[in-house]
């Protein structure tokens, strides 16, 4: 036996360093080769890095949140191998994941990235001793099992975990309710005294710097204009009932893309991507739309390429594909850059109007708001009608507001009368 030290190996081309997500060892476990050590960060993707050795935990390096570099010590074995890692270590095939899961550092110093309630109910209390851990250890749960557990005010650090590492799994957290629910109905007029402090770590953190620097570096100028998507809602419903087996199930989103795609061509300077920087505008002949997506991690803007190229069901297949890969953790590095203009959609929940922030250094982006039957008056009449308000951001430095107006009302036409969608 002797001391194996394993360094971060380079996990993307051109990463000089990488934030830890967290920890899946501590020390004194026994670990096999291959098993997962820990997540690390770089760009969007969260990689994790495998043991290349079998061998006892002695020491880890960093804590949750913290920046490595490629080549530090990450952690030290007592091994057979007993042989210190090179500072140019090979990379471990790592599969990137989309999952930006923020577990707790075990060492140096605990800094869990969801604290624990501490105002845990009584029952929870009186089970302490079941689970399974020393005085102060942090619990290891995903982050889904963390927001359960934060929304249903259970403290983790009375669950046992099951899972690697005395992980908590979903099950073991319903496993524990079941158990506190047999033990007493809580009382739903208790006083709330605790604090959660959540750091901000992982995936949550490049979104926050991302939104911090689209709001610092572009001047934003909004606009918001009212659709009646009567007709495009019947040709909608029509075209779902007659489709075929091979078919997706059409959105609105599909439609809305084709508009876009008939509408570009006359506003080059929105399909477009600033470098501030350098003071070029790089306008794009080809329409990559990003597609912002809610996950369990955060938002996420993968991209459906070429949307120009493709038809109505070509589109609803690109955005269903892409929102399970990143819900799932499965999409390419590819398949979340590059994008030219950005449509961002709440769905049922898309309220009246909306403020989208620009996807730097992209533009413009669009943003459908919550679709309603609202009456409106036609002529001498008042009907009701299927009313949708179309929301916008421009960049002001690139897209005058009469510009940015005129290429809604464009799509807005389109949508209002659909047959234009797909007329050459």
């Not at 006892?56 to 530090?72: D, K, S």
């Not at 029952?123 to 927001?147: H, K, V």
């Not at 490049?206 to 007709?231: F, G, S």
């Not at 190229?309 to 269903?320: G, N, Q, S, T």
Request: charged share 25%; net charge negative.
């Amino acid at each position: 036996m002797g001391r194996y030290l394993f360094r971060l190996p380079d996990v993307g081309e051109g990463v000089a360093e990488a934030e830890i997500v967290a920890w899946l060892v501590k020390v004194g476990d026994v670990v096999e080769e291959d098993q997962n050590l820990a997540e690390v960060m770089t760009d969007k993707a969260t990689v994790e890095i495998s043991s290349p050795v079998a061998g006892v935990v002695v020491a880890v390096h960093g804590e949750v949140g913290g920046m490595l570099p490629v080549g530090a010590v990450l952690v030290e074995f007592e091994s057979e191998a007993g042989v210190e890692a090179p500072a140019a270590a090979a990379p471990v095939p790592p599969e990137a994941t989309i999952d930006a899961a923020s577990s707790p550092a075990p060492v140096p110093a605990p800094a869990p990235a969801l604290a624990e309630r501490t105002d845990a109910p009584s029952g929870a209390l009186r089970r302490s001793a079941s689970s399974g851990r020393s005085a102060g250890e942090a619990p290891l749960a995903s982050p889904s099992t963390r927001r359960r557990a934060l929304d249903l005010g259970v403290s983790l650090i009375q669950v046992p975990g099951t899972g690697p590492a005395g992980r908590i799994t979903p099950d073991d957290l319903e496993a524990y309710l079941v158990a506190d629910g047999e033990g007493g109905a809580r009382s739903s007029l208790v006083a709330r005294t605790g604090v959660n402090d959540t750091r901000i770590v992982g995936l949550r953190r490049k979104i926050a710097e991302k939104m911090q620097e689209a709001k610092r570096r572009i001047p934003h100028i909004n606009y918001v204009e009212e659709c009646d998507l009567t007709e495009l809602e019947a040709l909608r419903l029509d075209l779902n009932q007659h489709r075929t087996e091979d078919q997706p199930k059409l959105t609105l989103l599909p439609f809305i893309m084709r508009a876009m795609v008939k509408a570009l061509p006359d506003y080059p300077q929105i399909n477009a991507r600033y470098d501030d920087d350098a003071g070029v505008l790089h306008a794009h002949e080809g329409v990559h739309i990003g597609i912002a997506t809610q996950t369990p991690n955060g938002l996420i803007v993968p991209v459906v390429r070429h949307a120009e190229a493709r038809d109505l069901w070509d589109c609803a297949r690109e955005v269903a594909r892409l929102a399970k890969a990143v819900r799932d953790g499965t999409a390419a590095r590819e398949e979340l850059s590059g994008s030219t203009i950005t449509l961002t959609s709440m769905g049922p929940l898309g309220g009246i109007s909306s403020s989208p922030v620009i996807n730097h250094p992209e533009v413009a982006i669009l943003n459908p708001n919550k679709l309603v039957d609202r009456p409106m008056v036609q002529g001498s009449f008042v009907t009701v009608r299927k009313m949708m308000n179309l929301s916008s951001a421009f960049d002001h430095r690139i897209v005058d507001g009469y510009d940015g107006a005129l290429f809604v009302q464009r799509v807005k036409r389109l949508l209002e009368h659909p047959a234009l969608i797909f007329m050459d």
